[in-house]
């Protein structure tokens, strides 16, 4: 029991880490423009077929290190060209723009890479057991990939509070026509925050590839759960995300580990039903089984109770 | 005079619908037109939501869904006989069911609009569309449910054997949903839903509380979305866990955002392009799904209001009578936007084929050899600069038709 | 590409009116429904591939079929849809086409079944019929068995029948974890597996049985974690496409070296993906015996066709056999009216390229035939799956009697005329 514990808490770091890396781009993208990006997992997925392209010719590294700046560089320019000309006609528009811009890249990554899953390896450097537990591996890989993860949101946590740059983007966040005013160029700020957070959904994309194999469903899988997290964290605040993403992690992760379900919890209230009972389908329910709606039930529940998120300030 | 000039609009709308079937009567068109009715049921329950209400909701399919399978459900208890009502009342019951989870799930989402409630829509819709495959003896899993729509009494000697019977039956209920959906516009409370859409607070001024508003408008929306998804059951005669997952939100969001928000026919003509989009280019290229998207993309950023928001601005021109002045400019301008449009889709097209030889607009190219690749390029490239070229004559032409600088009204709404 | 087959097919169209006395016979029209687009669109279109085809290396390059007329396939894209489905079924009705070659997913052949069989009743004259090579749902043969729907694929009781043979006959296999995607295949191999397992072999442990939602599960680690725990010494999933993959990958990352049974873990970009990492790790329960391949017919057609289309593989021989059953049964009744055909194809017995002979059972219309089980390998592999030098071994063969399994609840009517 406790080597199943300890292994589910490892899996849902490494994927709450993995969504904290979508979702801090995508909240900063939020608190910048006020419009949440449907498109910011595409990305994602942008890095993943970047770097496996990259990969062919010169290895995983250079397509760790390329990759996520294609990526970013793409995202600018969706801002620069696509964005900023729809925020005239409202949110609702900007939201719907991401929407189809998400629609889009699917079809693009299909036209350009195929339908097919793609044959996308972690490095041999890191294919090797970092530890042998109750005589399950945990893979290299998965360390690198919370490395990775963690100093990623060190260095950003660095750059927004004490460096300069960071200390003009806050302030852009909040007060851009003060920011405007005292000289800086804010949509330039705003376009390079944008990129910046796509080339960080692009870092993802590149150490999830191998591991969540890289197919043209990958965004759609993920989306919806980033979308999940910033909600539920508190649009805009970044240190919400990152309970969040660890939470939905552990959560679906302990969901899946877990071996209970109704058949338990009516033994335990000593009720018993037949198989033919019309709601059979409600009392065979598993934890495991709904696990991957979790998220969403807890969605639905935060915006009744607690519409800000966890850590939300403000209310749309 | 202007009550007949309006039932006339609504005569050629009803005399269009019935007629059709009259002029393509192949199984095929009418299983396109049946498509279309039911598309238009549901975009015109969207735009409810959405362009009057101003809730973007991404789980729009529920209603539609929970609307259909209950539908379905219904015509199996017709087929054994538990109940006994003849099936042209099947919509209903498919709009009684959107009515009633409408009534629930608005009382929680409806308390904010904007980014909220979408996202209440967004996780409600996910949750249901895997609660489908979960319970599977109501939703029957991912095959669905699948009922016989010939049982029960017949209606005046129709037995519902054919499809074209259902296109009548269908044309009978679109027609009135649009007429109520209409009137509903019409409606104090049409009105209000309007006013809470651009600016709550001062709805809430005047003494009307927004989340009221919103609430009726939302529940008026799930009731048609029921009736869209009842039709579907009639036509179908099944219905699957696909038609309330998210593709299917998403899909009724593009066609009302192409057909064009806020104008009460806008979703009506976004159900006929994208149903013949789908059903049409589909089987000429397996890139349409791409073409619809970089569509979908084009008419955000350069048609905010739809196609038709784009006929509607023509509205003063047309009644300053200066439309013929811009007769000149567009087809100077259009003819070459569709040359650079056929010569994009032909290399994209050339560069996706897998064989040796592609037919295109009755010419033979190779796609192997580069020079064919040139060529197409510099037609594209041409006409973009023609269009360059005479971009600004339309814009003065334009702006000469339209001579008060704000042109059209921007705000004015169905 | 599909531009060019349509201009070619009004361009065809133009020379039969003009020129009806050359051409005096009309194409028979067979459609493929099955994903050409979206997800699924490698699979279909390796099939639509493969129908073509054998279509042109069979017939029309000998003449064609029934004196001279041509074989047409017309490719029907159902986006792996149910909904899809049913209006490209009407697009066929309204182009006259009387035979559905339909594959993929048993949620979209269950709803095709229903369909066509409410349309042959409703349009007596018109019947259509569902050509069946790979949905394998066995309640299109059993309970839901039509006379107008065929199957040339072995259903999954049968293929578990042989799979639970195989691993019971391995003495080193003591327990089993199950692991499959939540929907009605996913559930029959499940629950077929278990109940055969206590079967043939009651000291097998069932380890665990879990199901996960279809398409959703971003990493499937946790499963694995699991699968690990309980200690089982293999796995049987029903998973396909990117679940298969991600599945297969995650435990082959994780460090866990056990076999993993499967039904769809080869060709189309699969085999190229697990490579090396999946060598004599998977196996998969499939008809017509894989490498070595038994005659040098089969060896010629699978030439010719990779001549043809070097990025596609046959991955679906059933589809040949399909397609060659429903001509000779043409070829005999001298018609192409569904009803003839139907009633020559029950208990027909025919010789595959493999030279196998399986044999149409007539009671439920379910074709019987023998099953491999086979690995993933690089060794003896003479043709390849994806061009990537691995492929299938086989390494079992069950006989037409091993594999067939009784009718149980197949009552079928009949049309009469």
Not at chain 2, 359 to 385: E, K, P, Q
Not at chain 3, 178 to 199: A, M, P, R
Request: glycine share 10%; hydrophobic share 50%.
């Amino acid at each position: 029991m406790l080597d199943v514990f300890i292994f589910a808490t490892l899996n849902g770091l490494v994927t709450g880490l993995l969504l904290f890396m979508l979702a801090s781009g995508l909240t900063l993208i939020f608190s910048m423009m006020g419009v949440l990006n449907f498109a910011h997992a595409s990305f994602y997925m942008l890095g993943a077929y970047f770097a496996y392209s990259v990969s062919l010719y010169f290895g995983y590294w250079t397509g760790l290190i390329f990759a996520p700046i294609i990526v970013g560089v793409l995202g600018a320019l969706v801002e620069r060209y696509g964005l900023r000309r729809v925020h005239q006609h409202g949110h609702v528009a900007e939201l719907v723009f991401t929407f189809g811009l998400a629609f889009l890249i699917e079809e693009a990554v299909q036209f350009f890479w195929g339908a097919d899953t793609k044959n996308y390896q972690s490095p041999d450097l890191l294919d090797f057991p970092l530890f042998t537990l109750f005589g399950q591996e945990f893979p290299a890989y998965r360390g690198f990939m919370i490395g990775i993860s963690i100093s990623i949101f060190i260095g950003l946590y660095y750059v927004l509070t004490k460096s300069r740059i960071g200390i003009i983007i806050q302030a852009a966040l909040t007060h851009p026509h003060t920011v405007s005013n005292l000289g800086h160029n804010v949509p330039l700020i705003f376009m390079c925050v944008f990129g910046v957070g796509s080339a960080l959904a692009g870092v993802a994309g590149v150490i999830a590839g191998p591991v969540l194999t890289t197919f043209p469903g990958m965004a759609v899988v993920l989306g919806s759960i980033v979308f999940v997290i910033v909600v539920i964290g508190g649009l805009g605040s970044l240190a919400g995300a990152f309970i969040a993403s660890i939470l939905i992690g552990l959560l679906q992760s302990y969901a899946i580990a877990s071996d209970v379900g109704m058949p338990d919890l009516l033994n335990l209230l000593g009720l018993e039903f037949d198989r033919n009972h019309p709601l059979t389908d409600l009392w065979t329910l598993t934890l495991p089984q709904i696990a991957p709606i979790l998220p969403f039930l807890l969605l639905v529940l935060v915006l009744i109770f607690r519409p800000t998120g966890l850590m939300g300030k403000r209310e749309q | 005079m202007a009550i007949l000039k309006k039932s006339a609009v609504w005569i050629g709308y009803l005399a269009a619908l019935l007629a059709l079937p009259q002029f393509f009567d192949s199984v095929l068109a009418v299983s396109i037109f049946n498509q279309m009715a039911i598309a238009i049921v549901f975009g015109l329950s969207y735009n409810m939501l959405l362009g009057q209400g101003g809730m973007l909701s991404f789980g729009h399919a529920v209603y539609f869904g929970l609307g259909g399978f209950l539908a379905v459900h219904a015509l199996l208890m017709i087929e054994v006989e538990t109940v006994y009502f003849s099936i042209i009342w099947i919509p209903l019951v498919g709009g009684f069911i959107g009515l009633l989870a409408a009534l629930f799930i608005g009382t929680f989402s409806t308390h904010k609009a904007g980014t909220v409630f979408a996202m209440i829509s967004l996780g409600i819709g996910e949750l249901l569309a895997a609660s489908s495959l979960i319970f599977v003896s109501f939703f029957g899993g991912e095959a669905g449910v699948s009922g016989d729509r010939t049982f029960g009494p017949p209606f005046f000697g129709i037995e519902w054997f054919q499809n074209l019977e259902i296109y009548y039956l269908a044309v009978a209920w679109v027609f009135i949903a649009t007429v109520f959906m209409y009137l509903f516009t019409q409606t104090p409370a049409g009105k209000m839903a309007n006013a809470v859409r651009d600016n709550p607070e001062r709805a809430e001024f005047i003494g009307y509380s927004a989340r009221k508003v919103r609430y009726i408008t939302f529940c008026a929306a799930g009731l048609f979305a029921g009736v869209a998804g009842g039709l579907f059951a009639l036509n179908y005669e099944f219905i699957t866990e696909e038609n309330l997952n998210a593709a299917t939100s998403g899909r009724v969001l593009l066609s009302a955002y192409i057909g064009g928000l806020g104008y009460f026919i806008g979703p009506i003509v976004g159900a006929v392009i994208l149903t013949l989009m789908n059903s049409l280019l589909s089987n000429y290229s397996d890139l349409w799904m791409l073409y619809l998207g970089i569509m979908f993309l084009l008419t955000v950023m350069f048609l905010p209001r739809g196609f038709a928001g784009f006929i509607m601005m023509h509205q003063l021109a047309w009644v300053r009578g200066k439309i013929k002045s811009l007769l000149v400019p567009y087809l100077l301008t259009g003819i070459p936007s569709l040359l650079f449009l056929i010569s994009v889709v032909g290399l994209i097209e050339l560069s996706h084929t897998d064989e040796a030889e592609l037919y295109y607009f009755g010419l033979s190219f190779n796609s192997t050899a580069a020079m064919d690749f040139i060529l197409i390029a510099i037609v594209a490239l041409g006409s973009l600069l023609s269009i360059r070229r005479s971009l600004p004559q339309l814009r003065a032409a334009w702006e000469a038709a339209n001579e008060i600088p704000e042109s059209v009204d921007e705000e004015s709404t169905s | 590409m599909r531009t060019s087959r349509f201009i070619r097919h009004i361009f065809l169209s133009f020379l039969l009116v003009f020129s009806s006395n050359i051409y005096a016979q009309e194409p028979v029209r067979l459609a493929f429904l099955d994903p050409l687009t979206g997800a699924f669109a490698s699979i279909g279109n390796s099939g639509l591939k493969q129908l073509e085809f054998a279509a042109d290396y069979f017939y029309n390059s000998k003449g064609g079929i029934l004196g001279g007329r041509m074989i047409e396939i017309v490719p029907l894209d159902n986006k792996q849809s149910p909904t899809e489905s049913q209006l490209q079924f009407r697009r066929a009705v309204s182009e006259g086409i009387q035979y559905i070659f339909q594959g993929n997913g048993s949620a979209v052949a269950n709803a095709l079944n229903d369909a066509i069989n409410r349309h042959n009743r409703r349009n007596p004259g018109q019947e259509v019929m569902q050509v069946n090579y790979s949905a394998v749902d066995p309640i299109l043969t059993e309970d839901n068995c039509s006379f107008w729907h065929f199957r040339w694929d072995a259903h999954a009781n049968m293929k578990l029948n042989v799979l639970t043979d195989y691993i019971a006959a391995d003495q080193d296999i003591e327990s089993v974890y199950i692991i499959g995607q939540d929907y009605s295949f996913g559930q029959v191999v499940s629950d077929t597996s278990i109940e055969l397992l206590q079967q043939k072999r009651p000291d097998i442990e069932i380890a665990g049985n879990e199901f996960h939602p279809i398409g959703q599960v971003k990493d499937f680690t946790p499963y694995v974690t699991k699968i690990v725990a309980s200690g089982a010494d293999a796995v049987i999933t029903g998973n396909y496409g990117a679940d298969m993959v991600s599945l297969a990958r995650s435990i082959i990352d994780n460090g866990l070296d056990i076999p993993i049974y499967t039904f769809y873990a080869a060709y189309d970009g699969i085999t190229a993906t697990l490579g090396e990492d999946g060598k004599n790790r998977i196996r998969l329960i499939h008809n017509e015996v894989s490498n070595p391949y038994p005659t040098e017919e089969r060896k010629e057609f699978v030439r010719a066709f990779k001549a043809a289309n070097p990025n596609n593989d046959v991955t679906q021989p059933r589809i040949t056999n399909a397609l060659r059953m429903i001509v000779t049964a043409m070829e005999e009744t001298q018609s192409t009216d569904p009803y003839d055909v139907g009633l020559a194809l029950e208990d027909m017995r025919f010789t595959t390229l493999s030279g196998d002979e399986i044999w149409m059972r007539g009671e439920d219309h379910q074709v019987i035939q023998t099953l491999h089980i086979s690995v993933h390998t690089d060794e003896g592999v003479e043709f390849d799956a994806d061009n990537s030098g691995f492929g299938l071994y086989t390494e079992f063969s069950a006989p037409i009697e091993d594999s067939m399994v009784p009718v149980n609840n197949c009552r079928m009517r009949r049309p009469s005329r």
